[in-house]
């Protein structure tokens, strides 16, 4: 696929309806899967409709206003890059483990939320300038491509109908996937250079128009929806009990190795190079002390969103200042719930058809990272046994079944590739060509940062 002509640069400020307009492509992308663990961790714990639906405000609130604060930058605080903050689907099980606990409860999970979140911005920040060196292109590079391969079934799913949705694969599902695909491909590849920067909005709303007749848009869930509603902090109270910091505390490491895929795949798509220290230690903050403030209103850690990755590159937008529009709006929505109903209502196939293309982008920014380096015997293999085991428990968690399940997280998926690779990348020799690749990369990041 040819990439769009590029209309914004990373410090761009389009104009205010244009850059609105924009930024609701980020939040269109995200706002599913953002919604979604609040919609999973209350049915699980059996929160009423009432209970349900503050939780999933509170997750669009704590969402909007991280997003800004990483985009934007707030003193040392945010990597001032086009990153999407929302909520994550790695803490997840543990939450609902937590909340589920009747020892514990949602004032023990939010309590540990925010612990986790200091945690990581305190250490966090030490620890990725400590390991900046082990953290080269070949780890970073193929952690963004494992962040695309792991997301690409969830883009299926999505064209398919929705994951246990009774429809799922019907010809109806897959023929508007197909539909909103080709209209996102045509309007990138042959629209005008605006056309080209809202090809993904634009097909998620045309794709949504022809999902109307067709009986597959709910409108209940718009007309029950109130007008207004405010988040409240600390709804259920607070708690602070190890049994629930300790564990929520590892899962901080594996979402961490994740923001460094993220960061890179992002920084490499914006500005062609890989993130300064400033852009990563600024990131890491941002995710850490948006993680605590989440937990503060109620919600799960905010994290980076590998989903408007790819987002980047089709689009050819850069504007970091495009993802704060989209902040203000994803803040705005969390104050009107019928409005934020409206984006819930977008039909799994026709956001499906849209995914598929970004997360495909995703795994060739990888790609692109990767390629950047001497694909010598060793960084082959770090990159093969990383993938190999990391996404290959991914797609068989059942092979994992007699490990406790925080093993489970830190062996499988991006977390467990992400690691796996760092540790190769750190035991095993290097040959002098490496040596002398990384210390360019290292040089040259030091040179773009001053």
């Known amino acids: ?43 699980a714990i059996g929160l009423s409709g009432i209970d349900t639906a503050f939780l999933i405000q509170c997750a669009m609130f704590a969402a909007g206003v991280t997003t800004i604060i990483q985009a934007l930058g707030v003193g040392p605080v945010g990597s001032k890059l086009p990153i999407v903050m929302g909520s994550s689907f790695i803490f997840l099980g543990t939450s609902i483990a937590i909340a589920g606990n009747p020892a514990l409860g949602l004032g023990a999970l939010f309590g540990a939320i925010i612990v986790g979140g200091l945690l990581e911005a305190l250490f966090g920040y030490w620890i990725l ?29 999505y064209a398919a109908g929705g994951l246990g949705a009774p429809d799922y694969g ?54 029950a929806a109130s007008w207004f509603a405010f988040p409240r902090p600390f709804n259920w109270g607070i708690s602070f009990k190890m049994e629930a910091i300790i564990p ?74 495009v993802v704060v529009y989209g902040g203000i709006l994803m803040t705005a929505l969390a104050f009107i719930p019928k409005v934020s109903s409206l984006v819930v209502a977008i039909p799994a196939p026709v956001l499906g058809g849209v995914l598929i293309s970004m997360f495909g982008l995703i795994v060739v920014s990888g790609i692109k990272v990767i390629i950047t380096q001497h694909l010598t015997q060793r ?26 399940p925080l093993m489970q997280t830190l062996l499988s998926g991006v977390g467990g590739t992400g690691l796996i690779a760092l540790l190769l990348n750190i035991v095993l020799p290097r040959l002098e060509e490496d040596k002398e690749e990384e210390e360019l990369v290292v040089d040259e990041t030091y040179r773009t940062e001053n």
């Not at 193929?142 to 799913?157: K, P, Y």
């Not at 914006?270 to 605590?292: H, K, M, N, Q, Y």
């Not at 190999?388 to 797609?395: A, K, R």
């Open 379 to 404: 960084n082959m293999l770090v990159i093969g046994i990383a993938l190999g085991v990391g996404m290959g428990l991914n797609s068989r968690p059942d092979a994992l079944a007699i490990l406790p």
């Open 248 to 321: 929520m505390a590892f899962l901080y490491l594996v979402s961490m190795i994740e923001f460094v895929g993220d960061i890179t795949g992002v920084s490499i798509n914006a500005v062609d190079r890989t993130p300064t220290e400033r852009e990563f230690t600024g990131g890491i903050l941002a995710d850490g002390l948006g993680s605590a403030f989440s937990g503060i209103f109620n919600c799960t850690p905010n994290v980076s969103y590998s989903q408007n990755v790819g987002l980047i590159p089709l689009t050819g937008i850069k504007s970091r200042f």
């Open 129 to 157: 300038k400590a390991l900046r060196k082990a953290f080269s292109p070949i780890v970073t590079g193929t952690v963004v491509l494992a962040i695309g391969l792991s997301l690409l079934g969830v883009a299926v799913d």
């Open 170 to 223: 019907s010809a109806l599902n897959l023929g508007l996937a197909a539909f909103t695909l080709i209209v996102v491909i045509l309007l990138n590849q042959f629209g005008s250079p605006r056309i080209k920067a809202g090809s993904v909005i634009l097909g998620l709303i045309i794709g949504f128009i022809v999902a109307i007749p067709l009986g597959l848009v709910d409108f209940t869930g718009i007309k």
């Open 1 to 43: 696929m040819k990439i769009s002509k590029i209309h914004y640069e990373l410090n761009d400020r389009p104009p205010l309806g244009t850059g609105f307009l924009l930024g609701f492509q980020h939040i269109a992308v995200m706002f599913g899967g953002n919604v979604a663990v609040s919609l999973i961790l209350a049915g």
